[in-house]
């Protein structure tokens, strides 16, 4: 597993980058199958240190924690405890639905963009109905089964996930309701 260990405004020392290997080595070799790469960042606010810490798997998922502490090495444990949570649930969820997959996730690339919204100042109406774009970024797709894009949804604490269903493969959406059930478009 590949580890990226930074900090943002404070350096971290050699022994902290140890115990963040070591400990996170630990974790992700006991809950997930096959971790590809860690992203780990140490940051300062006011008097606490603050911890990220990212996981990809193979599978597809990135499990994400953050947690805030008044010493690094705490901010840390905090931090590994809720991602091990995550990936303890995601494992059991694994074991008990779903089948064991022999190949990764595959991911197919698309184009994700970021539209200007229309400022409350311009009350005209704009010359044309296209929108402005601002950013473009690449997004992943991942071909997976519904209940497994509802777990990664569930596991990533994202409001909606878009994936392309293994048995039909079509892109599919599964989103969180304001009732606190979970929605599935599925085109026909």
């Keep these: ?24 080595g630990e974790v992700a070799a006991k809950y997930a ?4 790469d860690a992203t780990v960042i140490f940051s300062r606010d006011a008097h606490e240190y603050m911890c990220e810490i990212t996981v990809h798997l193979s599978t597809g998922l990135n499990a994400a924690a953050t947690a805030k502490e008044t010493e690094i090495y ?7 405890s809720k991602l091990e949570k995550q990936l303890r649930r995601y494992k059991r969820r694994l074991k008990d639905h779903h089948r064991h997959r ?6 197919s690339g698309a184009s ?11 009350a005209d109406e704009p ?11 690449e997004a992943k797709i991942p071909s997976v089964s ?5 777990m990664q949804m569930e596991i990533s604490g994202a409001e909606f996930l878009v994936f392309r269903n ?16 979970i929605g599935w478009i599925e085109p026909q």
């Design 112 to 122: 994700s963009y970021i539209l200007s919204s229309p400022d409350s100042a311009d």
């Design 127 to 137: 010359d044309t109905l296209q929108p402005i774009i601002i950013a473009e970024t």
């Design 166 to 181: 293994e048995t039909k493969n079509n892109i599919n959406v599964v989103y969180k309701r304001d009732d606190g059930n």
């Design 1 to 24: 597993m590949r580890y990226q260990i930074s900090g943002q405004q404070i350096k971290i020392g050699d022994a902290l980058q140890v115990h963040v290997q070591d400990e996170l």
């Design 33 to 36: 199958q096959r971790p590809t």
């Design 102 to 107: 022999a190949q990764p996730v595959e991911l």
């Design 146 to 150: 519904v209940g497994e894009a509802v």
């Design 74 to 80: 705490a901010a840390f444990e905090s931090c590994l």
